[in-house]
């Protein structure tokens, strides 16, 4: 009766993976998630769909002899992001679906946008010209929501232009307004293949400096005014002082993503027996929430969303 937050499966968005291989394949540092091919990523939206999540975000791991300087596989006609996309709206019309607008999938260097000619930094204005094309093609494809994870400046301005001038005026943008250079990324690079060269430029020339909690506020205002339908807060567990200034800072619907490092470390500790798995895994969804994140983006959705469902 006086409990002030609760956990709902359609507070979720459920991340997965998807590739263009046959079958299945573990993702080792994320225990229970997997590179699924479109078949079993449709199986995986069924489940989900079934169990009151709303939204799916699907990410593409591409093959390394498909990635080059540009990421030009992203905006092939056909790619498995755009087939998978595809195949999820026609089985699931109303199930909602978010893709990322970033290059990091597909640049053989790791990097969520293009590099400078002399190669020392990643180009701003270059990567958000290819950021909008990606974005049109990921709306024709039937993405709903669209989101930008990939922190050039300027971007979501520009990209709502690019789709209101292709007659995408109603596909939403999720901006990844406030997202910080995290060491907590590191198995969904894994996942995807992104993972950056230990003598690469680092991606804290664009992500957020961990230290800045201001900064976000000003990051999360930049986006409004840009025409951010929602924002997004990533990490989320580090960052939960983060999340409740961002909340207090916005009306606008207000996502955060428990990423893949969040997750592996509960799994990690619960397989040495140190931590209790499902308590923790409760108690940090919880957390979130209670911080202020209307969404979750979060890999322990579908089972979540299944012990609900039971309860
Ligand atoms: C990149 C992107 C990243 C994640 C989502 N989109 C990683 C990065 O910035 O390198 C991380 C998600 C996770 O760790 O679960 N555009």
Redesign the pocket.
């Known amino acids: 009766m006086v409990r002030e937050t609760v956990l709902t499966p359609e507070s979720f968005i459920y991340?997965l993976f998807v590739h263009a291989g046959a079958d299945a394949i573990d993702i080792v540092s994320m225990p229970g998630v997997r590179r699924l091919p479109v078949g079993c990523l449709l199986e995986e939206c069924e489940a989900a769909w079934a169990l009151g999540i709303p939204a799916v975000a699907i990410f593409p791991a591409i093959a390394p002899d498909l990635k080059d300087a540009l990421g030009s596989h992203s905006l092939e006609a056909g790619n498995i992001l755009f087939q998978a996309v595809r195949e999820v709206k026609k089985a699931l019309p109303e199930m909602v679906v978010i893709t990322?607008v970033?290059l990091?999938p597909y640049t053989s260097h790791g990097h969520?946008g293009v590099l400078s000619a002399d190669g020392s930094e990643v180009a701003n204005d270059e990567t958000v010209a290819i950021l909008c094309e990606l974005a049109v093609k990921e709306a024709e494809a039937g993405a709903d929501i669209v989101a930008p994870?990939?922190m050039m400046d300027g971007r979501v301005g520009e990209i709502r232009s690019a789709l209101d001038a292709a007659g995408f005026e109603k596909t939403i943008i999720l901006s990844y307004a406030a997202k910080y250079a995290s060491a907590?990324?590191g198995?969904?690079?894994d996942a995807v293949g992104?993972k950056i060269g230990k003598d690469a430029i680092s991606?804290a020339t664009y992500?957020m400096d961990p230290a800045n909690v201001r900064e976000a506020a000003r990051e999360v205002a930049l986006d409004v005014a840009e025409g951010a339908d929602m924002v997004m807060v990533k990490p989320a567990g580090a960052y939960l002082d983060v999340i409740r200034a961002v909340r207090e800072v916005t009306d606008l619907p207000l996502a955060a993503?428990q990423?893949?490092?969040e997750y592996s470390q509960i799994h990690a500790a619960a397989k040495l027996g140190w931590l209790d798995y499902e308590r923790t895994r409760d108690e940090s969804l919880l957390a979130i929430k209670r911080a202020g994140a209307d969404m979750i983006l979060t890999y322990f959705a579908r089972e979540v969303a299944a012990k609900l469902a039971r309860a």
Request: hydrophobic share 15%; proline share 11%; glycine share 6%.
């Open positions: 991340p990322d970033a990091d969520d994870s990939d907590y990324y198995p969904f690079r992104s991606k992500q993503y990423v893949s490092g």
